[in-house]
């Protein structure tokens, strides 16, 4: 039996979760083996904006404008995992991104090589579906 | 005992990446779950809804 939640309710939990965030954190996206605990190696890290997340709307939240990582570290492993993390390196979220389960298939993957440039242009968070 | 379950969150991006030996960009839809059954889905292959998809070159 599912839990359905009022809007009022998602909004409260997504916008505690970005509030976690804090000033300067960071997207990272990351190999496979990550866990919030222990994170796996970088592939690239993306600065977000000092206001990570808009307010909550119907249960998800907006990012702010995210800079782009111009020389990403790279590694010759897929990216498996994204992580949005504090300026400390805390992991607040993470999930996996495995191209896998993809309707179009990603042939090994989501790969960042050394000094590609990563830009994320959209980036939404939601706590809790409808 | 009743099997209560809360709805699960998500994370969707799009981001391009620029490759640095080509300056060919590349550009992907990723969505993931947070919730640990579909991340194993994810990780699996078996959802066939949610990944990574890749939107251009």
Known sequence: MAVTHSTAARNAAT????????????????????????????????????????????????????????????????????????????????????????????????????????????LTYTALSA | MNDLKGTIGELTMTIQVTRKETGKVEEFKLTGFLDADQLKELQNGSNTLNGGEECGN
């Not at chain 1, 995992?81 to 979220?93: E, K, L, N, R, Y």
């Open chain 1, 15 to 122: 916008d505690a979760v970005t509030a976690l965030i804090g000033a300067s954190g960071n997207l990272v996206f990351r190999i496979t083996g990550s866990t919030v605990a222990s994170p796996s190696a970088a592939a690239a890290t993306l600065p977000l904006s000092a206001t990570a997340f808009g307010a909550s709307s119907s249960g998800t939240a907006t990012a702010n404008p995210i800079t782009s990582d111009t020389n990403a570290a790279g590694n010759a492993s897929a990216v498996a995992f994204a992580t949005i993390q504090t300026s400390g390196g805390t992991v607040v979220i993470q999930c996996a991104v495995a191209a896998s389960g993809s309707d179009i298939n990603m042939t090994g993957g989501l790969t960042v090589a050394s000094g590609d440039t990563v830009s994320c242009s959209s």
